[in-house]
């Protein structure tokens, strides 16, 4: 088979099965992205996925210290850097602006009892599974 007559059978493949390999890339990039972030929070914070998503649940799906909830981004893992300490999850504009303009007294009263909480997101418990 020559180049040109291949490159001819591998269009018209792939223009007949144009709907399976959207589903199949979809799927495929999806589930390497749960991947990584599956190792990245394990990896950086010494965080379980599960992990994060209790605590998402617990703090509603907002931000710790604004109470707004996350928008294209998912919300950050704010951690104390000296002790590895998982305090909580931020949006990005708490995360990496820590109240520059948006801050109102009740906003710094609940960075004070977030920054002083002995919460740690990494000692959360496994979660039950089906076999125990």
Known sequence: ??????????????QKNRLHLQDYLGRTKD??????RKRDLMKLYGLR??????????QGGVCALCLRPEKQRRLAVDHDHKTGRVRGLLCWWCNNKVL????????????VEYLRSTFDGRLLP?????GR
Do not use: C, I, K
Request: cysteine-free.
């Open 1 to 14: 088979m020559t180049d040109s007559a291949r490159r001819a059978y591998y269009r018209r493949w792939r």
């Open 31 to 36: 589930h390497r992205v749960m991947v990584e």
């Open 49 to 58: 996925l599960d992990q994060y998503e209790t605590m998402w649940y617990g």
């Open 100 to 111: 520059a303009y948006r801050n109102t007294a009740e906003m710094f009263q609940r960075a």
């Open 126 to 130: 496994e979660p039950l599974t089906e």
